[in-house]
């Protein structure tokens, strides 16, 4: 049986099931990350003294990273553009370049770990380490599994290009909300872990 | 521009749409580089805690808006999608907000 209302609008929503299914989705991702927000606010109020980010952490790096990941965000909505014009070549090409990001933003990253790890920081340390390994571990991995699915995408998933065009589109319409949000907690994380 | 008018827009009417779009696409990437080095630039500033953390938040908000509104095309989403948001958005609030209300609360303590 195949999926309903994939290409078409449910005519009692005015939105396609999987447009839906990907919000509530991110819904449930807020909550996921409001819960470790939340918790990082009540361990930083509570405490006696708490260190500012960029005593403890690089921010060179971390801008970097920032540019790498804002840059991701318009070269995934470039390669659902590119589909909206029906050029499919173009849309390869953003999308790997969105992928590449994403491979940059975790190698920095992992030169970033690979630093703190060196110097004997592990999340065991004080709360400061804990709340920052686990809110960028967490994001980390959400950095990993948009790249799965855009890659994906890329390869063998395009092959739906030829026989739906139009679903083909909006999967990866819905693949590129979850990219954004992933730059949009990192554009909280930055200046709360790393600035303040 | 949405998955919901997709069916409709791969024809060569909509190209000049699409074009508009990449052109807005451009303009926030330019505001969301822009606000980033201003970002770092603020944190320099020798400003107090809550000021600080104030002026962090605010520029971070209006980054995530510009995301939100139109990499992710909410601002010509439809109802729905707004109103989930909106429940979400009450929710998240509620988790931020009533740890923090818990551990100033004085009722009940002796003193």
């Known amino acids: 049986m195949d999926i309903p209302y994939t290409e078409e609008v449910r005519p009692d929503t005015g939105l396609t099931n999987g447009k839906i299914a990907i919000w509530l989705f991110l819904a449930s991702e807020v909550m996921l990350f409001g819960a470790l927000f939340a918790s990082y606010i009540l361990i930083r109020t ?54 590449l990001l994403g491979f940059v933003f975790l190698t920095v990253k992992y030169f970033e770990y690979s630093h703190h790890l060196s110097l004997g920081e592990f ?13 960028t571990g967490l994001h980390m991995l959400h950095v990993l599994g948009g790249m799965a699915v855009n890659a994906y995408f890329w390869g063998p998933g395009a ?15 819905h693949s590129g909300l979850f990219w954004h949000f992933v730059d949009l907690v990192w554009i909280f994380l930055f200046p709360t872990l790393y600035l303040l | 521009m949405t998955s919901d008018h997709a069916a409709a827009s791969m024809t060569s009417d ?3 749409d699409i074009d508009r779009h990449v052109r807005v696409y451009i303009i926030v990437f330019v505001a969301l580089m822009v606000l980033t080095v201003v970002t770092v630039a603020v944190s320099y500033l020798d400003l107090s805690v809550p000021m600080a953390v104030t002026v962090a938040l605010f520029i971070a908000t209006v980054k995530g808006s510009l995301v939100a509104c139109y ?11 707004h109103a989930v948001l909106l429940l979400t958005a009450a929710f998240f609030v509620a988790l931020v907000l009533l740890p923090v209300l818990t551990v100033s609360d004085g009722f009940g303590i002796d003193g």
Do not use: C, Q
Request: net charge positive; hydrophobic share 50%.
């Open chain 1, 159 to 173: 092959k739906l290009w030829k026989t739906n065009p139009v679903w083909f589109t909006n999967r990866v319409e």
């Open chain 1, 123 to 135: 999340p065991s340390t004080n709360n400061f380490l804990a709340v920052y390994y686990t809110m």
């Open chain 2, 14 to 16: 909509h190209a000049a």
């Open chain 1, 46 to 99: 509570g405490a006696e003294s708490w260190p500012r980010g960029d005593t403890m952490l690089d921010v060179p790096l971390a801008t970097f990273n920032t540019i790498v990941l804002i840059t991701s965000s318009i070269t995934m909505v470039m390669a659902w553009a590119s589909l909206m014009r029906g050029r499919f070549g173009t849309f390869r090409i953003y999308m790997a370049a969105t992928i």
């Open chain 2, 71 to 81: 990499f992710m095309h909410l601002i010509s989403e439809k109802k729905l999608i």
